[in-house]
């Protein structure tokens, strides 16, 4: 079974109606073997705020060392968003496992006239993933509901309800009260509710569940109390928390009053996990990012993000859009058919411009419709327009840079609108017909399309994720212009569909001008096509090395405990003289490190590590060379930049916010590596489908929270993590594929030398000089635009025979000359 047809298989479960009652999940579990016994549960129910306070609880665990599974709905971009283990999503390969276990027995239940839904499926899907990849705690976001939901097959050790409103009333009931009663039934056995409800709800909360812990504002009689003390930023605001004998003042990297009692309620679930240590749980809130929860984008003019799809949610969405001081709101709305659209409406601000729209979805409500309960309701222009990405670049073209572009009323269409963020387009390298059709067998196409499209992708090959109406236009624009249009077998609407375009830089260049005239979010596919194949000219040069060529970055290892160089240059004396060495043999970086990453290395104190390194760096500050800092602590960072660094070199790729706020306040180039573990935990397995693209993805979030962070993308350098939570074969598949990275729009760092990976052909790690030198040979040739290693000047010489390979022409050799004789003999 392929991938595509274990998706279509849950997707085509949407027909059935949501059915309350966990019996069916129940009996999907039983038949799979009950995978989840020994997996401890956290459920977060409620009406608003599920979503952050599961992400929240999952951070902070991961702060605490576990490995964490995280259940959420909807989804952006993928179905497999929904499953994740320590942030990643789901392996294609296990959903289509699982589809293939549970597909006969669910077409049996179906036959007998009881089909399970898309919901009860999924989350089986995801109880059984937790149990496979033996996560310590999974956290499950309650679908609408608590004890008949079907997360609650489950028996949670601890469990929350966020608050209550009216919502699913012809399901949950048609009162607070009874809502509450339902959502309350997901209360442990073993431990007390936690609950940020008030009112009756709160009554009636208490009443079901028994013991409950509560939570409250500053000065109530709350066993948590949760203060807000407002932005420090457009990405982050304070929250105090306090409990009888502890307290944490933290800062979250979410707006709003209402995300302090989202943390309020998440810290007394962790501490009920065991989890008591005020640095671990401020670090945890700190990094829970939420995308779509008042997500600022862009500043100047301000574009927001938010998912609120009801009354409540809309309301505490005005509340937090007055924190942004801003001058005209131009609001961009659109939302499903069964939501309250006249009360949505009135608790959204006032707007000064209205665009409604439509995600793509059978769900949603007509735009006209939408634009109609406006007029109705305030004074503002009303314009409908069919698809998010039009409706959101007509407000943005109309916005000044004092403005606020505001875009709500949905998660689905926060999706759509979140792709001019971040959308790729992976190059692909393809030279045969064979190459052609792996490509596309990755894409999910079918095997009618490989067989038909194979032959024809030897040209310009690009693989990138558009929505279904798009990937339409696109096929039948490529085949009119004479190219090709692959798309994948999915059959979903809401769903992103990967699609491969094929043609020449001819028919490319048409394609997109043909683009730049249409609708539904096309004109930024087109400036994406010309951004990919680099058909404009090129940006203006900032003067750094890897702008003409592979530059060679120089390891610096102060420590006494580095995998190659160990103590070779602990002393201060003998770390300058290696500087002095590196930039002799033509490094054009100086990468000055005080703290191992190696497998089982101790973290070293910030003031111990500043101590190694800011008189190296400030003795070869003015040296031929920039130097970068690798450290994961800002305040290491800081020290480093003050002493006369120039590049921040961060392996946690930027999990310290303080890094990116620093790096942006500085303005300086900032390398940001994916990897799974610092210091490298050799026993950590990781699961790829496609290692390149999956590492692209998890990149790709990373870049987005530099630029949120006021990072501009061409300081943003990114640098795929050989050797951390790959395995050798992996590793070796990046190196050959370097060139796909620049689909984040970045310059690409390998760091590959005396690595294990050597290994795997007869070398060995720490000692592989033959082999780094050929690795960089081969990295420079696929595209690296800067190559980090110890020995530099062999892999200097590995980095000009890779471009004279490439350019024979236009190489000069170092003396000048171009070369000559034309050829060379014995001597006589």
């Known amino acids: 079974?392929?991938?595509?047809?274990?998706?279509?298989?849950?997707?085509?479960?949407?027909?059935?109606?949501?059915?309350?009652?966990?019996?069916?999940?129940?009996?999907?579990?039983?038949?799979?073997?009950?995978?989840?016994?020994?997996?401890?549960?956290?459920?977060?129910?409620?009406?608003?705020?599920?979503?952050?306070?599961?992400?929240?609880?999952?951070?902070?665990?991961?702060?605490?060392?576990?490995?964490?599974?995280?259940?959420?709905?909807?989804?952006?971009?993928?179905?497999?968003?929904?499953?994740?283990?320590?942030?990643?999503?789901?392996?294609?390969?296990?959903?289509?496992?699982?589809?293939?276990?549970?597909?006969?027995?669910?077409?049996?239940?179906?036959?007998?006239?009881?089909?399970?839904?898309?919901?009860?499926?999924?989350?089986?899907?995801?109880?059984?993933?937790?149990?496979?990849?033996?996560?310590?705690?999974?956290?499950?976001?309650?679908?609408?509901?608590?004890?008949?939901?079907?997360?609650?097959?489950?028996?949670?050790?601890?469990?929350?309800?966020?608050?209550?409103?009216?919502?699913?009333?012809?399901?949950?009931?048609?009162?607070?009260?009874?809502?509450?009663?339902?959502?309350?039934?997901?209360?442990?056995?073993?431990?007390?509710?936690?609950?940020?409800?008030d009112g009756v709800a709160l009554e009636t909360v208490r009443e079901v569940a028994g013991d409950v812990v509560t939570v409250g504002d500053q000065g109530s009689d709350a066993d948590v109390t949760a203060e807000y003390g407002g932005a420090v930023s457009h990405q982050e605001s304070r929250v105090s928390l306090a409990g009888d004998d502890w307290a944490v003042d933290s800062r979250i990297p979410l707006l709003g009053a209402y995300q302090a009692a989202n943390a309020g309620v998440a810290a007394a679930l962790v501490r009920q996990l065991g989890v008591t240590d005020g640095g671990t749980l401020g670090r945890g809130l700190r990094n829970a990012h939420w995308p779509g929860r008042f997500e600022v984008m862009e500043t100047g003019p301000f574009v927001v993000l938010d998912g609120a799809h009801n009354p409540g949610a809309c309301a505490t969405l005005s509340a937090t859009l007055a924190e942004l001081d801003f001058e005209a709101l131009h609001l961009v709305f659109g939302a499903m058919h069964d939501k309250d659209h006249d009360e949505m409406v009135e608790a959204l601000p006032d707007p000064d411009t209205v665009r409604t729209c439509a995600p793509t979805l059978d769900r949603a409500e007509d735009p006209e419709v939408l634009a109609e309960v406006f007029r109705r309701r305030t004074d503002a222009a009303v314009t409908a327009d069919s698809s998010v990405p039009d409706a959101l670049r007509a407000a943005r073209e109309s916005a000044d840079p004092g403005d606020c572009v505001l875009l709500t009323g949905s998660l689905f269409c926060v999706a759509e609108a979140r792709t001019e963020w971040t959308r790729t387009g992976i190059r692909k390298d393809v030279e045969s017909a064979a190459e052609a059709r792996s490509v596309l067998r990755e894409a999910n196409v079918t095997e009618a399309g490989v067989e038909r499209m194979g032959g024809k992708a030897v040209h310009r090959v690009v693989e990138t994720r558009v929505s279904a109406r798009q990937a339409e236009y696109l096929k039948q624009e490529l085949l009119a212009l004479g190219g090709e249009c692959a798309t994948p077998g999915l059959d979903s609407d809401g769903e992103l569909h990967d699609v491969v375009l094929m043609g020449t830089d001819r028919q490319f260049r048409s394609l997109a001008r043909a683009l730049d005239d249409q609708g539904i979010g096309l004109p930024a596919v087109g400036e994406h096509v010309r951004d990919w194949l680099e058909f404009d000219e090129e940006s203006a040069s900032r003067g750094y090395p890897w702008e003409d060529g592979t530059a060679v970055m120089g390891v610096l290892n102060v420590t006494p405990d580095s995998f190659h160089d160990g103590g070779e240059f602990f002393d201060p004396a003998d770390a300058l003289a290696r500087a002095e060495r590196l930039v002799e043999a033509g490094a054009d970086i100086v990468d000055v490190g005080g703290e191992s990453t190696r497998p089982g290395a101790e973290t070293v104190p910030v003031d111990e590590e500043i101590d190694r390194i800011v008189p190296v760096i400030e003795a070869v500050a003015d040296a031929d060379a920039l130097v970068s800092v690798d450290t994961r602590k800002a305040a290491v960072a800081e020290a480093a930049l003050d002493a006369g660094a120039d590049v921040l070199n961060d392996v946690t790729g930027l999990e310290d916010p303080e890094m990116r706020f620093l790096a942006a306040e500085r303005d300086v180039p900032v390398i940001v590596m994916h990897s799974i573990d610092a210091p490298v935990d050799p026993t950590t397995e990781v699961e790829y489908d496609d290692v390149v693209e999956d590492v692209i993805d998890q990149l790709s979030e990373r870049v987005l929270l530099a630029e949120k962070a006021g990072i501009p993308r061409e300081n943003v350098i990114v640098d795929p993590g050989i050797g951390f939570g790959k395995s050798r074969r992996e590793n070796f598949e990046i190196l050959g594929r370097v060139d796909e990275f620049h689909a984040l729009g970045c310059p690409v760092l390998v760091g590959h030398s005396h690595k294990s990976m050597f290994e795997l052909v007869g070398g060995e790690a720490g000692d592989a000089g033959a082999e780094t030198v050929a690795g960089t040979a081969l990295a420079a040739a696929n595209g690296a635009d800067i190559v980090r290693v110890h020995d530099v000047e062999e892999n200097v010489r590995a980095v000009r025979i890779a471009e004279a390979v490439s350019d024979p022409d236009g190489f000069d050799t170092p003396d000048g000359s171009d070369g000559s004789p034309r050829s060379e003999g014995p001597e006589p």
Request: a negative charge; glycine letters at 8%; aromatic letters at 8%.
């Open 1 to 197: 079974m392929e991938y595509y047809e274990a998706a279509n298989f849950l997707f085509d479960l949407r027909r059935f109606q949501v059915k309350p009652g966990t019996e069916s999940v129940r009996d999907l579990l039983a038949h799979l073997g009950d995978p989840h016994e020994d997996v401890d549960f956290v459920q977060v129910a409620g009406s608003n705020g599920k979503g952050s306070v599961a992400r929240m609880v999952e951070s902070v665990l991961r702060a605490d060392g576990r490995t964490v599974g995280l259940y959420t709905s909807p989804h952006f971009e993928d179905l497999r968003e929904r499953i994740r283990v320590d942030g990643r999503k789901v392996p294609r390969r296990e959903v289509t496992a699982f589809v293939e276990e549970a597909k006969p027995w669910l077409i049996e239940r179906a036959a007998d006239g009881e089909p399970l839904t898309f919901f009860e499926v999924v989350t089986a899907l995801a109880v059984w993933r937790f149990g496979r990849a033996d996560v310590d705690v999974a956290v499950l976001e309650v679908g609408m509901g608590g004890e008949l939901d079907a997360t609650s097959v489950v028996d949670p050790v601890a469990a929350c309800v966020t608050n209550v409103a009216l919502e699913h009333t012809s399901v949950l009931g048609d009162t607070v009260e009874e809502i509450a009663e339902t959502k309350a039934k997901v209360a442990p056995a073993d431990a007390p509710l936690v609950t940020a409800t």
